[in-house]
């Protein structure tokens, strides 16, 4: 797609600054008509009442006999791997304002948007449903939602795929010294990711330990380094553990029972040497920090200090308040890497109460106070006020155009 993010007629930053000047949904729907890459899903309500969603963008039409469809480089050669024409915008997923309001709200979280019969191929590089399924669960654990509780499922930091795997882990033996203490912490623990819980640390050493032993041994490790990382292919381990055909064909030539102890006799052994010898005290936000890393100076150790920002978190790849890890980093591999660099909560009945947090600050001066002012507000969960028209102000200047 990178080329044809290029052609002449991608108005994309036409759409962005039309975008600025909508004053409901239908104004902003009508920006984005124009908008070509990369793709995005575009929610969007108004103090009108009025929703609507649509992912915008344009999207390529493939022959069907295309077996390829666009997740390898294909023979240019072949007349089949040629581009047919561009999917028409009304074709895209989208959700009418009365689809919405019949179910009462609309959710994306990087899962796949469309129903299993949908007629075209968009990509297959979804990412698994456990973020959405987890808003779906709270957003209709109440019949109606305020400030408060938004913010609060904004934060939420229950791992579905975490508690899916945790009754593999809390029943594996080990033969490590230090097993019984551990095995304690994780008896009590729900897969709830908390910044201070020595289980899931534990829990994301373990499903990386194992991710690489069984993992590994089927596509060699020169393999697992190029593919590991961003993708994490914590579905598939899913299968292997609960599926008896599956796990018997990638934890060979041992038993899926028998990988998950090594992995837990090298997590604890790991644990030790990084965290100390008492599993009481390990934490996940010692490994899980949220890292701003500075371009360029951030890759310089003297001035990273400076201007980089860190925090520790809490959350992992599959909880609401995202906290994507990189296990592939030599240096820092359960690094919150990919978070919520802002998060907003808007009051459409009265858009002066509405609040927000930045990950870091707004100031991009690294001696500046707000350079890194809301790194612990955030982390934390709390927000500040976004308004229009504040009650007060430190500075004011007024631009005035000339004549």
Known sequence: MLFRSLDA????????????????VDELLHAFEGYHSP?????????????????????????????????????????????????PASQLPQRSDEDIRARGWHATANQRIHAGDYPHWLTADWTGPERFDRIDLLLQSRPAHDMGSMQALQSDVMSLMSARLLPVLQATPSRHALAPQVMTILKDFDGTMKVDSAAALVMAVWADALTRAVVGARIGEERLKALYGKRHFRQGLLR??????????????????????EALDRTIERLVAAYGNDPSHWQWGQAHPALSSHKPFGNVPLLAQWFDVRVPTPGDSWTVNVGQYWSNDTRMPFANRHAASLRAVYDLSDLERSQFIYQTGQSGLVWSPRYRDMRDEWAQGRYRPLQLQPGRWAHELVLSPAR
Do not use: K
Not at 9 to 23: I, K, W
Not at 43 to 63: F, K, M, Q, S
Not at 240 to 258: D, H, N
């Open 9 to 24: 007629d991608n108005m994309t930053v036409r759409a962005g600054l039309q975008a600025n000047f909508a004053q409901n």
């Open 240 to 261: 292997m553990l609960f599926e008896p055909a599956v796990g018997a064909f990638w934890c060979a030539p041992r038993t899926c029972a028998e990988r998950s102890t």
């Open 39 to 87: 793709m995005q899903n575009l929610v969007a309500a108004d103090t009108r009442g009025r929703t609507a969603y649509r992912a915008i963008g344009r999207v390529p039409l493939r022959h069907p006999d295309n077996d390829l469809r666009g997740v390898a480089p294909a023979p240019g050669w072949h007349a089949r791997y040629d581009w047919v024409g561009w999917l």
